[in-house]
């Protein structure tokens, strides 16, 4: 009957600070014990995994993926934006399902704001990526009223301090860069990613049986790509929305873009920031921040103004509608 209580509080009220720490720490690494979990936020394992359980049952807890560094890989990663027109319910989910199921693809995303859909593709050959635009053409350039290209050349991740009402004392946890020097992995190794990338918290004993290894084996590579920095990070999924924040992109174009990485020192204290992009072919930076209204984005593009005066040429930003596949880890491998 208690816990029954609970889940009706839950349910009414939201989480309380212990869940946002817990959540907190999920996405600084997916793979913790729930004992190690239990110790950061101060809680006994078995409140800990209740409340993950709940938090999950609510679908505040989506999923734990795997954060791998393509670039390692020998991977680029071209993305368009496509903005379109002519369209129906039925077209536009025929147009993302063919994006979903492509096996290039590895993030699809709907937004709204200046453009409708986001794909980021992975490959190892810039030719392959002509092919699969007059095949994008051939079937749905007429539904298109706008296509643009940028290549992805460097990702900084952040840590969701929000969710701990705490000013950020330090910066990215997670950095990806395309200049980096190429690891050559084994074909189990990359078994074992395919295994990671949609499930950060699969079992080495499940891994180890599926692959018929020993756990020993399962545990030494996943450390051994750690090291390498092929696997960069453990994170978890969370739906924002039911914390009440959105997910909202700023692409910025500046008057001086030497300023550029003055202004990345400045924001990167900002505790709703969540990533930073550097991209070729459309804007200068782009910020992606979890707030909860549109006046909080141009609040903070006010505040880099104000710090850096007539920096910022012009902006734009889009917010998620929906996320149809996230990855870091293409079909192709």
Known sequence: MFLICIDIYYSVKGIDKKDKKILYELDQNSRHSLA?????VGLAKSIVAYRIKRMT???IIKSYYTVVDLYKLGFIAPRFHFVYQYVNPEIQNEIINYFVNNKYTFIVVSTYGPFDLSVLFGLRDIRKMFFIWQEIQNKFGH???KQSLAFYLNEMHFPPSYLIEEKRTYKKTIEIRSNTEYIN???L???ILHALSPNAQIK???LANSLNVSSRQIGYRIKKMKENRVIEGFRTEIDISKLGYQDYKVYILLRKFNLRNHIIDFISSNPHLINIDTTTGESHLELEFHVKNTNQIHEIIQEI????PKA???YYHVSVKKVHKWLYLPQTL
Request: no cysteine; glycine share 8%; aromatic share 18%.
């Open 143 to 145: 539904y298109f009223e």
């Open 312 to 314: 910022i040429r012009n």
């Open 185 to 187: 992995l084994d074909p």
């Open 305 to 308: 103004s104000e710090h850096f």
């Open 204 to 206: 080495l004993t499940y």
């Open 36 to 40: 190690n979990l239990g110790k950061k």
């Open 57 to 59: 049952n609510m679908g």
């Open 189 to 191: 190794e990359y078994k």
